[in-house]
T-cell receptor, first 113, second 112 residues
Framework: DAGITQSPRHKVTETGTPVTLRCHQT?????MYWYRQDPGHGLRLIHY???????DKGEVSDGYSVSRSKTEDFLLTLESATSSQTSVYFC????????????FGDGTRLSIL | AQTVTQSQPEMSVQEAETVTLSCTYD???????LFWYKQPPSRQMILVIR??????QNATENRFSVNFQKAAKSFSLKISDSQLGDTAMYFC?????????FGTGTSLTVIP
């Protein structure tokens, strides 16, 4: 299995508080991604990174920011959490070569009350 | 923009029978890759099978095979000899330029 660790695995917080989710990889892969998974929507891309300090927005980036200061870590921050951001968040990694699939972490269940 | 459509939100199959999950996609690109992922109740995302668009031969992995119709932009997954452990959400995914696009998923239940 690909070495991807997401932390925390579960979190409950209140509206308006900042939240940071961490994704750590041991595979030295160039690409890292954050998705959210909601019923009826599948996985939707929030942000992705193609190298240290290189990030770009995905389909549902509003209300989220990311940072990647090291190859192995990709952080997702909700500056002021809202109830609409209650979701399961997945981190994924992939190599920089064609036909390579994404490998996923185990997900973080985030509940915002 | 690339889009992926899975038109079957839920399906069921008797154990040991065969089931086919549908996926269509829309793209103007020529060289891309397609994947099926499985998500059991444990929530893990597990790669099931992959297909390169430039290959005409359909990919197979044990009991899993695909029917790839490039002109029709169709990529269905066939599961033979269904097992109880196949109960899961199945996501079709399209890859181009290191970006992945996922369908909304099909929930498959294998009935004993």
């Amino acid at each position: 299995d690909a070495g991807i660790t997401q932390s925390p695995r579960h979190k409950v917080t209140e509206t308006g508080t900042p939240v940071t989710l961490r994704c750590h990889q041991t595979e030295n892969h160039r690409y890292m991604y954050w998705y959210r998974q909601d019923p009826g929507h599948g996985l939707r891309l929030i942000h992705y990174s193609y190298g240290v300090k290189d990030t770009d927005k995905g389909e549902v980036s509003d209300g989220y920011s990311v940072s990647r200061s090291k190859t192995e870590d990709f952080l997702l921050t909700l500056e002021s959490a809202t109830s609409s951001q209650t979701s399961v968040y997945f981190c994924a990694i992939s190599e920089d070569s064609p036909n390579q699939p994404q490998h996923f972490g185990d997900g973080t269940r985030l509940s915002i009350l | 923009a690339q889009t992926v459509t899975q038109s079957q939100p839920e399906m069921s199959v008797q154990e040991a029978e065969t089931v086919t999950l549908s996926c269509t996609y829309d793209t103007s690109e020529n060289n891309y890759y397609l994947f099926w992922y499985k998500q059991p109740p444990s929530r893990q995302m597990i790669l099931v099978i992959r297909q390169e668009a430039y290959k005409q031969q359909n990919a197979t992995e044990n009991r899993f095979s695909v029917n790839f119709q490039k002109a029709a932009k169709s990529f269905s997954l066939k599961i033979s000899d269904s097992q109880l452990g196949d109960t899961a959400m199945y996501f079709c995914a399209f890859m181009w330029g290191n970006q992945f696009y996922f369908g909304t998923g099909t929930s498959l239940t294998v009935i004993p």
